[in-house]
Every structure is written in structure tokens, then in C-alpha cells.
């Protein structure tokens, strides 16, 4: 008797755990004890005290987790090798970083929060992870409204964005643009009409926070979310068509629609001076194209190529803002193939997940996966230190590569007679 209630009470504590690390992620940690700033997002290398001893604590919570199932996590690290290589590229990265110091304690946390990534993706199937992430984030909107009411300058910035408890609005429209998708998928055991309250709240939260590319790749990914279910006709043929049919809608976009598209959404097309900065970065690059300047330490080097870009663009960006970009300059075109090939294997088990799991959770994998490409290209959050969209991935490749006799799919043919599927095995 007292064993069992001591096994309820570890899971318990591991799923609060798992809160408070996905809340960490979205920084709402920082949001709640610094005061709220003002003005455009700055480079800074500053550690505050805050940061660390949060970090510190949910790290060392995580350690025991880890080391209390390390059998198993090691079992799940084999399996996701791919992502393993591209992580240790972070730290291996020091011994040509303009920055070492700096980038071995960026690739520390990286490796750190990769390793409870897997951790999660090997504790957690991939439909009850959903659960428990709708579940952070229904929290985290209520928390936003709470602290709305009470203090608005920690929610609102002074362009009028929402930028909720987190560091910038882009950051908090991706967030919401999350919740919108996976709310969509996942279903409450409980209260079920909450969902639809929580979806809602998501959505006008989306749009408060003004930030143009999370608005705009959630629109596009939701509606392709019906699509995702042809993968069940003939996969092959289904994947071309839904390639020629993106392609077709980006050429449609790209010559009708993107005028009228950026005159609503108040923007214009340089995408508020990205583009001209993207030039200047695709010149910073070319100049160390295979290995790059180490990771997250070219923004921060205050020397060389960083300076020649800040005077041609004329204000100190402290990002790329795309993903892609932010990527090559941390890690050359090395590390540009090898998260190609992550997200690709990514989205074969992901489509195979689709295929054979029939409820609409079956689609959250894919739908994240296409997200947070499309997202990256107007933001940089795609191998980012301790960020929420990159423990999000890293856990959803643990979950589809690690192969459970629990993710099955029962079908039933046209005589009734049921058929048992395990997904993960044809995946792999």
C-alpha cells in the first residue's frame, strides 16, 4: 500500500516537473521576476541570478529523473543518434568559435536540455505528451490573463503587442500558435467544452500579439491538417501531391496574394527589414560556409564580420530572425545537413505516426513538425539554448523514433475483424 501511494506520488511530481520545465522554456521565469523591458530585443551575454538558479534547479530535478531511468534513456538516445550528433556539433564547435567561452557554456545547456528532451520523449508517448503540453499551455494563458489584469506592462509592450510572460510578442505568438494547433488535435478527458473556451482564448491571444509570422504559419499549417490524412490512400503519391501542391501555393502566393496579405497584416516586403539583413548575412557566411563562427557566439563577438553587418544594416540586430541563417552562422553548412537530415527523418515518422494512428492527436507530430519549419523562416528559434520550440522538437523525435508496444492503432477491415498495427516498426 505505501509503495503504491509512493509511485502516485513520483508521478505526480514528475508531471509538475514536466510543467515547470515547458514554463522555464518559454521563459516565464525571466517575465515574472525582471522587470519588463522596453524598446527593441538587444544582444546581451548578461547571466542573471534568476535565470541560473531557475535553470540550476530544474536541471538537477531533471538529472535524478534521468539517472532513475537511464536504461532507458540511453536505449532512446541510440535511437535518435542523428539528433545526438547534431547537439555534440554545439560543444564541438568551441575549438572554432570566435567566442569559446561563451560557446561552450551555450552548448552545455544545449546538451543539457537535449538530454531531458529525450528524457520526456522516451517517458512520455506521443498522444499523453500532447495532453500534458495542452495542459501547460491552458496554464500559461491563464497565468497571461491574471497578470493582464494585474499588471499590464508585464504583458503588453509599448507597441500595444501581447507579448504575455515571455521575452518578446513573436515569442508569445508562437506559443499561442501552438496551443491553437494542438487544442484543435487533442482532446480533454474532463470538462471537454473547456477546450473549446481554451481554443478560442489561444486564438484571440494569436492575433493580440501581433506577431505576423506564428499568425501566419498557423494558418497555413491548420489548413493543411486535413490533407496530412491522405497519407493513408498510397503514401508515396500522397507525399508528391502534397509537395506540387505547396509549390503551387507558393507560386499563387507569391505573384497574387502577398501584396494584399502584407498590406492586412501591416507589414511590407522586405518582412520589416529582413530581407536586408539576410543579405548582409548570407556574405557573413560565405566567408566560413562549412563549419561556421561556433555556436550562438556570432552576435555576440562584437568583432569582425557581426560589426560590418550591424553598419550595413544600420541598428544592432541581436538575430537573424530565421532559423535557418541563425544556423549556418553558428555551425556552417555541417550543421545545416545535419538538421536536415533530423527534420527529414522527423517527418517520415511523423507521416507513418499519421497513417496509423486514426484519433486527431495522430496529426500533432506532423503538424508541429511543419510549424516549426515554416515559423523558423521569419524567426530564429531552430537549435536555440533552453528555447521551448527546440525541446518540442527534440522530444518529438525521441517519441516517434522510440518504438512501444503501447502505440498501436486497432483498424477494423470492411468484415469487422480487427487489425493490430504497431506503427513505430514500419517507421523505422
Known amino acids: 500500500m505505501f509503495a503504491g501511494e509512493l509511485e502516485v506520488l513520483f508521478r505526480a511530481s514528475e508531471r509538475l516537473f514536466v510543467i515547470v520545465l515547458l514554463l522555464s522554456s518559454m521563459g516565464i521565469v525571466t517575465a515574472l ?16 541570478l534568476t535565470n541560473v538558479v531557475t535553470d540550476a534547479g530544474v536541471n538537477l530535478v531533471g538529472a535524478i529523473l534521468v539517472l532513475h531511468r537511464w536504461r532507458r534513456v540511453l536505449r532512446a538516445a541510440r535511437k535518435v543518434w542523428p539528433l545526438i550528433a547534431l547537439t555534440l556539433l554545439a560543444p564541438l564547435s568551441t ?13 552545455a545547456l544545449l546538451v543539457v536540455s537535449t ?21 501547460t499551455l491552458c496554464l500559461m494563458m491563464i497565468l497571461v490573463i491574471i497578470a493582464r489584469l494585474a499588471a499590464p506592462s508585464y504583458v503588453i509592450d509599448e507597441w500595444g503587442g501581447w507579448r504575455g510572460l515571455s521575452a518578446y510578442k513573436n515569442a508569445f505568438g508562437e506559443y499561442m500558435g501552438v496551443a491553437v494547433m494542438l487544442l484543435l488535435l487533442v482532446r480533454f478527458h474532463q470538462f471537454r467544452w473547456l477546450r473549446y473556451v481554451f481554443l478560442f482564448t489561444a486564438a484571440i491571444l494569436l492575433v493580440l500579439s501581433h506577431s505576423a509570422t506564428a499568425l501566419v504559419s498557423c494558418v497555413l499549417v491548420v489548413a493543411a491538417l486535413p490533407l496530412w490524412r491522405l497519407t493513408r490512400l498510397h503514401e508515396r503519391l500522397t507525399v508528391y501531391s502534397l509537395l506540387a501542391l505547396g509549390l503551387a501555393t507558393a507560386v499563387y502566393f507569391r ?5 494584399f496579405l502584407f498590406q492586412v497584416l501591416g507589414r511590407d516586403s522586405t518582412l520589416t527589414g529582413r530581407t536586408h539583413l539576410w543579405a548582409l548575412l548570407c556574405t557573413a557566411i560565405s566567408k566560413h560556409p ?20 550591424w553598419i550595413g544594416n544600420g541598428w544592432l540586430a541581436p538575430v537573424a530572425d530565421n532559423g535557418y541563417l541563425d544556423l549556418c552562422l553558428s555551425l556552417g553548412m555541417l550543421g545545416a545537413c545535419a538538421f536536415a537530415f533530423v527534420l527529414l527523418r522527423c517527418f517520415i515518422k511523423g507521416i507513418a505516426y499519421a497513417k496509423f494512428e486514426f484519433a486527431p492527436v495522430g496529426l500533432w507530430p506532423i503538424g508541429f513538425l511543419c510549424f516549426f519549419t515554416l515559423h523558423n523562416v521569419g524567426e530564429s528559434t531552430l537549435l536555440t539554448t533552453g528555447t521551448f520550440p527546440t525541446l518540442l522538437f527534440a522530444v518529438i523525435a525521441t517519441s516517434l523514433a522510440v518504438n512501444r508496444h503501447s502505440d498501436v492503432t486497432s483498424i477494423h477491415t470492411t468484415d469487422g475483424v480487427p487489425l493490430v498495427r504497431e506503427w513505430a516498426s514500419r517507421a523505422s
Open 115 to 135: 538530454v531531458l528532451a529525450i528524457y520526456l520523449g522516451e517517458r512520455y508517448t506521443v498522444d499523453k505528451f500532447a495532453r500534458l503540453l495542452a495542459q
Open 255 to 259: 505573384s497574387t496574394v502577398s501584396a
Open 95 to 107: 575549438a572554432w568559435s570566435v567566442d569559446p567561452i561563451l560557446t561552450l557554456r551555450r552548448s
Open 33 to 48: 521576476t525582471n522587470p519588463p523591458h522596453s524598446g527593441p530585443r538587444t544582444v546581451s551575454t548578461d547571466l542573471h
Open 290 to 309: 562549412f563549419l561556421g563562427y561556433g555556436y550562438g557566439a556570432f552576435w555576440t563577438a562584437l568583432k569582425g564580420e557581426v560589426l560590418n553587418v
